[in-house]
């Protein structure tokens, strides 16, 4: 197998290149965990203090269903609001998420990431420029080019910690 971010041929270079980060970033994911039974997937280290697998993918999630209707630029549905907010609890940890299982899981990654399919079909080089504002209060400002970017970084930063609740769990 040959690894490259080169795009989908109906998408613009760029975007298809970003698109590829993404996509590929997701695939992995679901390597990573694709054998992962439900009490793996709740469990949350040696001492209960980590966020689980389960929580970490709903938590990537989260982020990137904002980013996709950042870029679509339209506000996020409520039905998506209730599915996947709050982004964090009043700990201001990640919410604890229990019993969702790892199919479940993986079909709201791939329902998102055909989502995102649609959307950079349409995208320009070009629209990558547009400035978007992010955060808690949206008192952040990043162009959609940065946010999909972010989109693929984020998961696979996540997925570092998937790794090692993974290692913790076999141990």
Not at 9 to 22: E, F, K
Not at 63 to 72: A, L, P, Q, S
Not at 139 to 157: C, L, P, S
Request: hydrophobic share 35%; glycine share 4%.
């Amino acid at each position: 197998m040959i690894y490259d971010l080169k795009g989908e041929a109906t998408m613009q270079p760029i975007v298809g290149m970003l698109y590829s980060a993404v996509k590929e970033n997701y695939e992995r994911l679901q390597l990573i965990t694709k054998d992962m039974s439900q009490q793996e997937m709740d469990y949350q280290g040696p001492k209960d203090n980590y966020n689980s697998t389960a929580q970490l993918i709903n938590h990537i999630l989260c982020v990137d269903i904002h980013w996709v209707y950042r870029i679509k630029d339209e506000p996020l549905p409520v039905s998506l609001k209730a599915q996947y907010e709050p982004m964090l609890d009043a700990n201001n940890r990640l919410p604890m998420v229990k019993d969702k299982s790892w199919g479940t899981l993986v079909s709201e990654c791939q329902s998102l990431l055909v989502m995102f399919n649609h959307i950079c079909l349409t995208l320009t080089d070009a629209g990558l420029d547009k400035v978007v504002q992010f955060g808690f209060n949206n008192e952040k400002q990043a162009t959609i080019r940065w946010g999909i970017w972010h989109m693929a970084d984020h998961n696979r930063y996540h997925q570092a910690h998937i790794n090692q609740l993974r290692k913790w769990y076999k141990e």
